[in-house]
C-alpha cells in the first residue's frame, strides 16, 4: 500500500503548479481547480488522462541520477506517491483516497517538460519512470496522507 505525498493543480494550461492539501476527483474531468478539469491541458484530447501520478522514488532517482534538483510540482503531475510501483497499474483498477481509478498508460516526459522547466536533461531522467495516466472511474476526495491501493 502506498501514500499520498503531495497534491497539485494548474488553474490553467502553462500555469505553475501550485500545491493543495485535498482536491475533489471527479469521475472522467479530473481534480477540480485543475486545467484538465475543465479541457484546458496540453493532452485534454487523449482518453484517459484525467488523473496523473508520479512516484517520489522516481524524482529521488533522477536527481540522483542526473544530478539535477526537481521542485515540488515542477514535474507537472497532480499526484506524487510513495510505496507504490505506478508502472504495475497500468491496466488495473485503483484507489487513491477515496477515488477508484483505472491506469491507463505510463505518462512519459515531453520535450515540453523540459522546455517549459529549462533544466536539461530532465526529460532524460524521467524516461520510464515519469508516472501514470489515469482515467477516474468513482470520484472522491484525495488528500496529502490518503492511501494508494489496488482496487
Given at each position: 500500500?502506498?501514500r499520498v505525498r503531495?497534491i497539485?493543480v494548474?488553474?490553467?494550461q502553462?500555469e505553475?503548479m501550485?500545491?493543495?492539501?485535498?482536491?475533489?476527483a471527479?469521475a472522467g474531468?479530473?481534480?477540480?481547480?485543475d486545467r484538465?478539469?475543465?479541457?484546458?491541458?496540453?493532452f485534454?484530447?487523449r482518453e484517459?488522462s484525467?488523473?496523473?501520478?508520479?512516484?517520489r522514488?522516481a524524482?529521488?532517482?533522477?536527481?540522483?541520477?542526473?544530478?539535477?534538483?526537481?521542485?515540488?510540482?515542477?514535474?507537472?503531475?497532480?499526484?506524487?506517491?510513495?510505496?507504490v510501483a505506478?508502472n504495475h497499474?497500468v491496466?488495473e483498477?485503483f484507489?487513491v483516497?477515496?477515488?477508484?481509478?483505472?491506469?491507463?498508460?505510463?505518462?512519459?516526459?515531453?520535450s515540453s517538460l523540459?522546455?517549459?522547466?529549462e533544466i536539461d536533461?530532465?526529460?532524460e531522467a524521467l524516461?520510464h519512470?515519469?508516472?501514470?495516466r489515469?482515467r477516474?472511474?468513482e470520484?472522491?476526495?484525495?488528500?496529502?496522507g490518503?492511501?494508494?491501493?489496488?482496487?
Amino acid at each position: 500500500m502506498g501514500r499520498v505525498r503531495a497534491i497539485h493543480v494548474a488553474p490553467e494550461q502553462e500555469e505553475p503548479m501550485e500545491r493543495v492539501e485535498r482536491a475533489e476527483a471527479v469521475a472522467g474531468r479530473g481534480l477540480e481547480g485543475d486545467r484538465y478539469y475543465d479541457a484546458d491541458g496540453t493532452f485534454s484530447d487523449r482518453e484517459g488522462s484525467d488523473l496523473t501520478l508520479i512516484e517520489r522514488e522516481a524524482l529521488v532517482g533522477a536527481e540522483r541520477e542526473y544530478d539535477i534538483a526537481l521542485e515540488s510540482g515542477v514535474h507537472r503531475r497532480n499526484v506524487t506517491t510513495e510505496g507504490v510501483a505506478l508502472n504495475h497499474l497500468v491496466g488495473e483498477r485503483f484507489r487513491v483516497g477515496d477515488a477508484v481509478c483505472e491506469g491507463t498508460e505510463r505518462c512519459e516526459p515531453c520535450s515540453s517538460l523540459e522546455r517549459h522547466i529549462e533544466i536539461d536533461g530532465v526529460q532524460e531522467a524521467l524516461v520510464h519512470r515519469g508516472g501514470l495516466r489515469a482515467r477516474i472511474l468513482e470520484g472522491g476526495s484525495i488528500s496529502e496522507g490518503a492511501t494508494v491501493e489496488r482496487a
